[in-house]
Nanobody
Framework: QVQVVESGGGLVQAGGSLRLSCAAS????????MGWYRQAPGKQRELVAT????????NYADSVKGRFTISRDNAKNTVYLQMNSLKPEDTAVYYC????????????????WGQGTLVTVSS
């Protein structure tokens, strides 16, 4: 049993900032990677940013490079997404994803998603 819960979404004007948080909990041996995805109305879910547990490898969508930053607090099993210079096109439900190994089945990989948090950017 592993789960992630997002928080921090809300309404912000264009040019503003928000910080999303995603906390993982449950019976896991390790979390190898955590990331953020988003889905806008009428569009497919897309990758926003991902990072490895060590924080040395990150990956960003071209549309958010230079504006969004993913970071991680391993002690709290929490990943953050700092979103600056927000644009109306950033409006979407943002989902957290975590991949790792179950505590009771160390050879099995889990891949879990949160329920999402809504980010609305007004013009």
């Amino acid at each position: 049993q592993v789960q992630v819960v997002e928080s921090g979404g809300g309404l912000v004007q264009a040019g503003g900032s928000l910080r999303l948080s995603c906390a993982a909990s449950g019976s896991f041996f390790s979390i190898n990677a955590m990331g953020w995805y988003r889905q806008a109305p009428g569009k497919q879910r897309e990758l926003v940013a991902t990072g490895t547990s060590g924080g040395s490898t990150t990956n960003y969508a071209d549309s958010v490079k230079g504006r969004f930053t993913i970071s991680r607090d391993n002690a709290k099993n929490t990943v953050y997404l700092q979103m600056n210079s927000l644009k109306p096109e950033d409006t979407a439900v943002y989902y957290c994803n975590a991949k790792g190994l179950y505590a009771f089945l160390p050879n099995r990989l889990f891949d879990v998603w949160g329920q999402g948090t809504l980010v609305t950017v007004s013009s």
